[in-house]
């Protein structure tokens, strides 16, 4: 589901880039659809992965998706267009669902534009499932940071915030499933993230940090409640009627 969500993107041109710890077997697809490549790559690590996945790419827009995911019908038009309007911003994020195992929605978040700059003091509300990245400031930043194994993404989106201000766009981009062993459940359990904010943050800042985190760790909570405020957006039925199945 996840390569046919990339696949059946409207008035996009895509390629898409499968990689494995080990042999693949091609999946069925649609004449239609842009060739997927396969690569098979052995080390361990999803940020090495995806790394790889992004390795020598000729697009001036990349992105990932993790197999569970799916991106919402016409979301890579829409974010394509942001990006080329603003030629100095390194990335685009848009708003998330979150379905379970079963595909039904659990949460819907609207992260805002505040959300890029909230990155060094609290929880990450940018998601990552949506947003589309500018090769070249990817390039800049070194890529995803291999010894990071959940909070990748938060460190990527500093950096490129440090760049510049990436575009919000106020529209559904994707789907995030959540399940226990889906990354954001594992971010829930661990203190890596505070290790990449507090690597982020200034003189000031970090001196200050004991007095002004547990206000943002009351931030954090009351907008993560708040992505579960029912009711939820409809789900999206304009590209694939499977859009919240397995």
């Given at each position: 589901m996840a390569v046919r969500s990339i696949a059946e993107q409207p008035d996009v041109r895509v390629r898409i880039r499968i990689v494995s710890r080990s042999a693949i077997v091609p999946i069925d697809s649609d004449p239609t659809w842009a060739p997927i490549e396969y690569v098979v790559h052995e080390e361990r690590g999803l940020s090495s992965a995806i790394n790889r996945g992004l390795q020598g790419a000729r697009e001036e827009f990349v992105t990932?998706?993790?197999?569970?995911?799916?991106?919402?019908?016409?979301?890579?038009?829409?974010?394509?267009?942001?990006?080329?309007?603003?030629?100095?911003?390194?990335?685009?994020?848009?708003?998330?669902?979150?379905i379970d195992a079963n595909g039904d929605?659990?949460?819907?978040?609207?992260?805002?534009?505040?959300?890029?700059?909230?990155?060094?003091?609290?929880?990450?509300?940018?998601?990552?499932?949506g947003s589309i990245l500018r090769a070249s400031d990817l390039e800049r930043i070194g890529g995803l940071r291999l010894d990071l194994a959940n909070s990748m993404d938060l460190h990527m989106f500093i950096n490129l915030r440090n760049l510049a201000r990436g575009v919000y766009r106020p529209v559904e981009l994707a789907a995030y499933r959540l399940h226990n062993d889906s990354i954001t459940v594992a971010k829930g359990l661990n203190e890596e993230a505070e290790g990449v904010r507090r690597s982020h943050l200034g003189r000031v800042a970090g001196m200050t940090r004991a007095i002004w985190r547990p206000a943002t760790r009351l931030i954090d909570?009351?907008?993560?409640?708040?992505?579960?405020?029912?009711?939820?957006?409809?789900?999206?039925?304009?590209?694939?009627?499977?859009?919240?199945?397995p």
């Open positions: 990932w998706l993790g197999d569970d995911d799916l991106l919402s019908p016409g979301s890579l038009a829409a974010s394509l267009r942001s990006l080329v309007s603003s030629p100095g911003a390194p990335f685009v994020y848009g708003r998330t669902r979150y929605t659990i949460g819907f978040s609207r992260p805002t534009r505040f959300a890029q700059e909230y990155l060094r003091f609290g929880k990450n509300f940018v998601p990552q499932p909570r009351l907008l993560d409640k708040a992505t579960r405020v029912l009711p939820y957006p409809p789900i999206p039925r304009r590209g694939f009627s499977e859009y919240t199945k």
